[in-house]
């Protein structure tokens, strides 16, 4: 249809006019049209070697030290530049800031626009082939490996530059190497909360991996040793490090990558020219925001099976930009640059490898894995009975009750208002009587505006200096703080029994911009680089950077401060603990949820893959919201977000006060029978899901898994995230689209049979996409070939439950065999496992019978096996054969 113009007011026209040229105008004038001529080259391939000017080093790493500085082909500009780099291989001169052409040159670099993308893709302003950069010296041995100094003769560009580093290469495991980068003179800020020491130097025979080095300008590549693929290559990119800007560019493997967390993402990253920013933010879940979290590792899929992992540790903000080379460049604010890389060889082995380095994850108390129920606006401790009262009339399980902020007497966190919460002890010692748990928000800023005398917490707080400048805000890196905050706990604990904290607001999150009195003029507040994130400044939402913690300032220290916080509330029996901020290592002492999602369908989808994401990061015990925390929910949207929740390993529902109740019991019948139906089933396996938590805890396995680590060879799995498994037993599938009463569902080779009746089953050589009926009443499960599943009569509470008789799922396989395993113990105490007061139960079953073998059991715990179903053979009979010590007991079970 042509346009009328002529209806159009004569002052829109211009302008849009004047809009039309002077866009026209800027775009020429950034635009060369001499230099639009860029050629595709090959990567540099390493050549030719340096013989005696740089020491092969081959009786500890068996080291090649190579020479890279040539590409295929190469363009001499006049400048005397080789800017002939395929245009996915640029990597940008100026990540620090925008640069003009002539800015760009007197960088040294390569400036050649491209058209239409003044705005993204690639960079105009790019590093040449062999930008100036550090020389790296010769390797000399040390009682931990290897260690070289760099030294570059010409300053970069950046604001104090350090000419002179320490590059320290340890093969710490076979399939785990570590490099650090320091400076040698000075001693800057690294990380405090390593979860292991640096191993022990290990038999070069044994590496997975070769690391081969070009001196100058210096960059190193590693390669898998069993086929000589290159997983690293930093030659592509120069190294920047200055005091407050340091940069590492790599080439990578493949471009199936998953990690660098807290983001709005799906299970694996989009490497078309984006970047993430790690650096932790009070900001409710969308795209291209830097979230609550940082975690700075990624895991690599390399296509065939295979998978090696990296980590860069560091708590000072970063961007790592992606690109479809496939490479990546980190650039951060500051501290030394200290990385790992994890070998694999397949993508289970990468997470153990990294959970070695951060920590297993702590072991839940088994009250936990039950429903969670809480709401912003449970205005009274007789509106928090009056709930628990409706969900126990509809017949829903309810383990733990929760109250947010309403308790707290104006706000301040360990008081609870005396009018309207005036009898929560009381109320407390009711749920516990009715075998249930409770749990309150605590949120770390400390009011300082009572009067001396009349609030305890900020007085002895104030006497104790636990507070990191003038605002209240605890520095948990002191000593002190950790003594002050358990005593604040404890007094609490003494006047209401509660059973558990959730830490919220611990980015840490503010109000104002920094302080009330705003923060001081420094580079730490205005550094010569801020990567992009919400708000644009560091201190947006936060604490000034210049705040002086114990260890450090908060400019390095602030990704750090919601694990110190549950490092400081992790005592006592079995905590449960559950922080919003995150950082490696937090799974060693809290949980996590993924904050204040939306109640829509899109944010119902986004959930799984950040529950998948967080098991790699070593946080098992993860969910969100159910039914979504802002924005009023839907019948339809509740019931298929309770269905996808019941297979959370951390299960609670949770909104607003601003938004309409969506407790289970609100809903009609047809709704609330789905969701009493799929948290029944729930409670039916927490024996099961225990049972993977002890896994995680003690061998670094995963809970929630994505189907790539049970599946690496199969293509289809890369990038599920709509899918997901408990363990490698279940395959759960749920309906995630609006209206839908089926879903095509992928279903890996092997034969899978449905937990809801074990003789419909689904057998697959290659793995196939399957059309499954999914009513409102329904979530698909499958579970695998060759597996037990232990499960339980459910009770409406877990301590109800775990008196209930055992049952046994048994899915044989195609050679008629089974395996599964029970972790049990008292649910609750500290340190079980390491007191071995425990039983652990492996169950095998044949054709023939079922055996059970028992290898730890030094209390006596009953098992009452009430019914084993069996999948894969007509007729079987079965026994329960238990060996303990010398004794074999045995436990006949019916034929089926």
């Known amino acids: 249809m042509a346009l009328n113009w002529c209806g159009v007011p004569h002052h829109i026209l211009l302008t849009f006019l004047i809009l039309t040229l002077s866009s026209w105008l800027f775009i020429s004038l950034l635009y060369d049209h001499k230099q639009t001529t860029v050629r595709v080259t090959s990567e540099p391939q390493l050549r030719t070697k340096y013989g005696a000017d740089v020491p092969v080093v081959r009786d500890y790493f068996q080291f090649r030290v190579e020479n890279t500085s040539d590409y295929a082909r190469t363009d001499q500009l006049p400048t005397g530049k080789s800017c002939s780099v395929a245009v996915e291989r640029r990597f940008d001169c100026g990540r620090d800031r925008s640069l003009t052409r002539a800015a760009c040159e007197k960088r040294g670099c390569c400036y050649v626009p491209l058209p239409w993308t003044a705005f993204g893709g690639p960079p105009w302003c ?47 495991e076979a399939g785990r190497l570590h490099l650090t980068l320091k400076d040698p003179f000075h001693a800057r800020y690294e990380v405090p909360f390593a979860a292991v020491p640096p191993s022990a130097p290990t038999d070069t025979q044994a590496l997975l991996y070769d690391v081969e080095f070009q001196p100058d300008p210096f960059g190193f590549v590693v390669r898998r040793r069993s086929n000589g693929r290159v997983l690293m290559n930093t030659t592509v990119a120069p190294l920047l490090f200055a005091d407050q800007y340091l940069q590492l560019s790599t080439t990578l493997a493949s471009s199936v990558v998953s990690g660098f967390g807290e983001h709005y993402t799906g299970l694996t990253l989009d ?168 749990v309150l928000i605590l949120d770390p800023g400390i009011s300082s505006t009572s009067p001396p005398g009349t609030y305890k917490p900020f007085d002895e707080g104030e006497r104790r200096g636990v507070w990191p400048g003038p605002t209240a805000f605890p520095d948990f890196t002191k000593p002190d703080t950790v003594s002050w905050w358990e005593e604040c706990i404890r007094d609490f604990y003494a006047k209401v029994p509660l059973d558990g904290l959730w830490i919220d607001m611990n980015e840490p999150a503010n109000f104002v911009q920094g302080s009330v009195h705003g923060c001081p003029d420094n580079d730490l507040e205005n550094p010569p680089y801020v990567p992009d994130m919400i708000g644009g400044h560091l201190n947006s939402g936060t604490l000034c950077m210049s705040s002086q913690q114990t260890l450090s300032s908060h400019y390095n220290l602030h990704n750090l401060y919601g694990l110190t916080e549950a490092m400081a509330t992790y005592r006592a029996s079995r905590p449960f603990v559950l922080s919003r901020s995150s950082f490696p290592g937090l799974g060693r002492f809290s949980g996590h949820w993924t904050g204040d999602v939306r109640s829509d369908w899109e944010q119902l989808r986004y959930t799984i893959p950040a529950v998948l994401l967080f098991s790699l990061y070593g946080v098992p015990l993860v969910g969100a919201d159910i039914c979504g925390f802002e924005g009023d929910t839907s019948e339809e949207l509740c019931v298929r977000w309770t269905q996808l929740g019941a297979f959370y390993p951390f299960m609670r529902n949770h909104n607003d006060r601003a938004n309409a109740p969506q407790e289970p019991y609100v809903f009609g019948q047809q709704a609330q029978a789905a969701m009493r139906s799929v948290m029944t089933l729930r409670y039916s396996l927490l024996p099961f899901l225990y049972t993977l938590f002890h896994q995680a805890h003690s061998s670094a396995s995963t809970v929630a898994r994505p189907l790539f680590l049970e599946f690496p060879s199969d293509p289809n799995c890369q990038t599920i995230d709509k899918q997901f498994l408990w363990g490698s037993s279940l395959l759960i599938s749920p309906v995630l689209e609006e209206g839908a009463v089926e879903l095509a569902a992928y279903l890996p080779p092997g034969t899978w049979y449905s937990l809801y009746n074990v003789n419909l089953l689904f057998l697959f050589i290659k793995g196939q996409y399957l059309l499954l009926s999914a009513p409102l009443d329904t979530i698909n499960v499958h579970v695998r070939e060759g597996h037990i ?27 008629g065999w089974a395996r599964g395993e029970l972790f049990w113990d008292d649910g609750d105490s500290l340190d079980t496992i390491e007191r071995g007061d425990y039983s652990f139960i492996f169950f095998l079953a044949g054709q023939v019978k079922l055996d059970s073998s028992l290898s730890q059991m030094t209390l006596i715990h009953t098992f009452n096996l009430n019914r084993t179903t069996w999948g894969g053979a007509d007729l079987i009979c079965c026994k329960v054969v238990i060996f303990f010590l010398l004794k074999i007991f045995s436990l006949n079970c019916r034929c089926l």
């Open 126 to 172: 790019f590093y040449p082939v062999s930008y100036p950069g550090y020389r790296m010296g010769a390797l000399i041995s040390t009682p931990r490996g290897q260690e070289a100094n760099l030294t570059r003769s010409t300053p970069s560009y950046l604001p104090r530059d350090i000419s002179t580093l320490t590059l320290e290469v340890m093969a710490e």
């Open 789 to 815: 599943i232990p499960q339980q009569v459910p009770g409406l509470t877990t301590a109800a439950s775990r008196r209930n008789p055992f049952l046994l799922t048994v899915a044989l396989s195609s050679e």
């Open 271 to 438: 490497l078309n020219w984006t970047s993430v920013t790690l650096w932790n933010r009070d900001m409710a879940p969308h795209s291209d925001a830097n979230l609550y979290g940082s975690h700075p590792f990624c895991l690599v899929q390399e296509g065939d099976g295979q998978a090696h992992g990296i980590f860069l540790l560091s708590s000072n903000a970063m961007e790592v930009a992606l690109q479809p080379g496939p490479a990546l460049t980190w650039v951060t604010t500051g501290g030394i640059l200290d990385l790992y890389i994890f070998l694999g060889p397949d993508p289970q082995s990468v997470v153990r490898q990294y959970h070695r380095v951060i920590g297993y994850p702590m072991m839940p108390p088994y009250w936990s894995l039950g429903f969670h129920l809480c709401r912003w606006g449970y205005a009274s401790t007789n509106a928090t009975r009056a709930v628990v009262q409706k969900m126990h009339e509809a017949n829903f399980p309810l383990d733990v009750q929760w109250n947010d902020l309403d308790y707290a007497d104006k706000r301040r966190v360990f008081t609870f208002d005396p009018q309207r919460f005036g009898d929560l002890p009381e109320m407390v010692k009711e749920f516990h009587q009715q075998g249930m748990k409770y």
